[in-house]
């Protein structure tokens, strides 16, 4: 496949699909977007860390090879002003697997965001945040430690699908008009309105997902989180579809939740993963005060987005967050922050949240030795004290530095 501004490294192999499986070889093709505002200080302190982490980990016996794709304000001025260029999705397709850094997002109004469009557009329909605590990174929980979950977050349903109509506009008021006298629905005048689907097969999917992840990674729970008190046909739907996947698709290696108190009074046969649900609500109270009791968790779309960053805030935040989308094979990998256009070119921001979504990456394609790698000098950098200005300003002693220095005091820990 050939391309306008994006070129592939003709050094490296891309990653293919055989057999449902990805296959790489030691020297596969990675794309990546820089990403606007911070993104260009972030991604260049991560990426020497990645590569160092490569080194270390395989003695220059394997080596990524970097396609830069382009996305947001640097595509903008290289595509005559198209956030969105139609060559970086048919990168992503080809590639399989890419990493980016942040984008610009319009609050109220403008372009549409270009993760949600990403995510759309690609089908990416899990959003998949690990929470985890490191020794030594700031904290308001008493027991961060008990904090070890990954989040497996619907990506395309929900509110997120973008089905809106502005107040005062002849699509609205058709709606509306439409809603009161067609469905007998009643709400104020005026009103925006928006449309929330969410389906079975949207939802057996992501649930599938976590479940599968659940059983290749040894977890002993999975738990469906939604509001299905209040909205029964779509949270609630998403909770019965939830459990319907479970005991069509992996009778042999779950219990629901009611059948491990039924039938085996609450202790949970050896071998077998427990499906359980909460109400979101709750779900927020407990992972503050008994987060030890959760593995796994599944949920919809607008509570997955809330709940990722609650729980990130409990291991330290934002700032070292990482994140991916995927779809059955195609997978993004993404800081979960935004731009900080304040600090841009600064060289000031902790880049870990990128740094761990390449983490992310890695284990991926298998590479599982870099990310350990990663993690491994990642903490003896904190132990150290040695970190950026949003932990430093939490930490007594610290020893505050840029955010290239902060790659070097990981790289010089590996």
């Avoid at 779809?327 to 761990?356: C, Q, R, W």
């Amino acid at each position: 496949m050939s391309y306008e501004h994006i070129q592939i490294p003709s050094s490296g192999d891309k990653i293919t699909v055989k057999d449902g499986n990805l296959v790489v070889s030691d020297n596969p093709i990675l794309g990546f977007i820089e990403g606007d505002g911070i993104g260009g200080d972030i991604t260049r302190a991560s990426m020497r860390v990645w590569n160092a982490a490569v080194e270390k980990a395989y003695g220059g016996n394997r080596k990524v090879h970097w396609a830069e794709l382009f996305l947001g304000e640097k595509a903008a001025g290289i595509y005559d002003g198209n956030y969105f260029p139609a060559e970086t999705l048919d990168a992503v397709k080809d590639l399989i697997v890419s990493v980016k850094g942040p984008l610009t997002t319009p609050v109220g109004g403008g372009f549409r965001s270009l993760n949600v469009s990403l995510r759309q557009d690609l089908d990416l329909y899990a959003c998949v945040r690990p929470v985890q605590y490191f020794d030594g990174v700031p904290s308001p929980m008493k027991k961060p430690e008990d904090v070890n979950a990954i989040i497996f977050r619907e990506n395309t349903e929900d509110v997120y699908a973008g089905i809106e109509y502005e107040s005062g506009t002849p699509e609205n008021e058709k709606l509306a008009k439409f809603l009161r006298e067609e469905m007998g629905a009643e709400f104020f005048e005026g009103a925006g309105i928006g449309i929330k689907p969410i389906s079975a097969f949207g939802s057996k999917r992501l649930v599938r997902k976590a479940i599968q992840y659940a059983i290749a990674h040894g977890h002993d729970s999975v738990t469906l989180v939604h509001k299905g008190n209040i909205q029964k046909f779509t949270e609630g739907a998403f909770r019965k579809w939830g459990y319907e996947l479970a005991a069509e698709e992996f009778a042999a290696e779950t219990i629901s939740e009611a059948e491990l108190w039924d039938k085996h009074d609450g202790v949970r046969p050896e071998g077998k993963i427990v499906i359980k649900d909460r109400i979101a609500d709750i779900m927020f109270q407990l992972m503050q005060l008994r987060p030890a009791e959760f593995s796994v968790i599944a949920t919809t779309n607008l509570n997955g987005d809330y709940l990722s960053d609650a729980l990130a805030a409990e291991v330290g935040g934002m700032g070292i967050a990482p994140g991916a989308n995927m779809a059955d094979h195609i997978a993004v990998f993404e800081a979960t922050h935004g731009t900080a256009p304040k600090y841009t070119n600064l060289d000031k921001v902790n880049p870990s949240s990128l740094m761990f979504s390449g983490s992310m990456m890695f284990d991926y394609i298998g590479w599982t030795e870099v990310s350990a790698l990663i993690a491994s000098a990642f903490g003896k950098t904190i132990k150290q004290k040695i970190v950026t200005y949003d932990f430093a300003r939490l930490m007594d002693g610290a020893t505050e530095v840029s955010t290239s220095a902060f790659a070097d005091a990981i790289i010089g820990n590996m």
